[in-house]
């Protein structure tokens, strides 16, 4: 148990894979109360291992709730969101809502919105829905959406993203100009007004309202064992600073 009472986030693990798990084959610095080497065990080992298997299915929920033209969306997505989930999606469980405060009107089956910044924000946000529907893939979504956003989450947009990315972005344009786009956007609506918010972006780490200013740190405080993106972090001059 000498590894459980003198390990600490100075620690450097090194991992191999094999299949789709991880095993800890070498642990280097993890010191004793007096700075001495502590000489691990097959049993340290094991234990150990158990951990980080425990991690990767502890994974943090976030929703992020939003707006595509909204400058304080644009500033959290690009500068906060879109960094985090680059370093620590394998570990998330994300969630996006690209609805803000939109309203949605029926009418004999058929749909309209009214959004915060006009128009081009219904349009864009049924772009940044359609992203989320057609790629599958959440960690790209959020790239892909967060590029968007810089350029005005247009069709021109799309374009200069999907390029970059080396996507196609005829099928979401195509989806934002049809009804599945509308039945998207009326979706997200759904759910937005569940979440009963009145600015955004709203954002929620495991169920609880975070302001966003100090979003890594919040989302690393989550983890029972952190994560290695998190020890990282835990270790920079700057976290205490």
């Known amino acids: 148990m000498a590894l459980l009472n003198y390990i600490s986030f100075t620690l450097f693990i090194l991992f191999t894979s094999t299949s789709a798990q991880y095993q800890i084959v070498e642990l280097s610095n993890a010191l004793d109360e007096t700075n001495d080497t502590v000489d691990l065990s097959k049993n340290d080992l094991y234990l150990l291992n158990d951990k980080y298997a425990y991690y990767q299915d502890d994974k943090v929920d976030v929703k992020l709730y939003y707006e595509c ?140 309202l975070n302001s966003g200013d100090n979003f890594m740190e919040d989302i690393c405080a989550e983890f029972a064992v952190a994560p290695p993106p998190c020890v990282e972090l835990y270790n920079s001059s700057e976290y205490y600073h």
């Open 69 to 208: 033209l909204c400058p304080d969306c644009i500033q959290f997505d690009k500068n906060k969101f879109s960094p985090v989930v680059q370093n620590l999606s394998q570990y998330l469980n994300i969630h996006l809502y690209p609805y803000g405060n939109a309203q949605t009107f029926g009418h004999n089956g058929r749909y309209d919105f009214k959004c915060q910044h006009g128009p081009a924000e219904c349009y864009g946000n049924k772009l940044h829905a359609c992203a989320i529907d057609y790629l599958q893939n959440i960690t790209e979504a959020v790239e892909f959406n967060a590029c968007m956003m810089e350029y005005k989450s247009n069709d021109e947009a799309a374009d200069r993203c999907a390029n970059a990315m080396y996507l196609d972005s005829r099928p979401i344009k195509a989806c934002a100009k049809g009804e599945r786009g509308t039945q998207l956007l009326k979706y997200y609506g759904e759910e937005s007004k569940k979440a009963n918010f009145s600015y955004v972006p709203y954002i929620l780490i495991n169920g609880k």
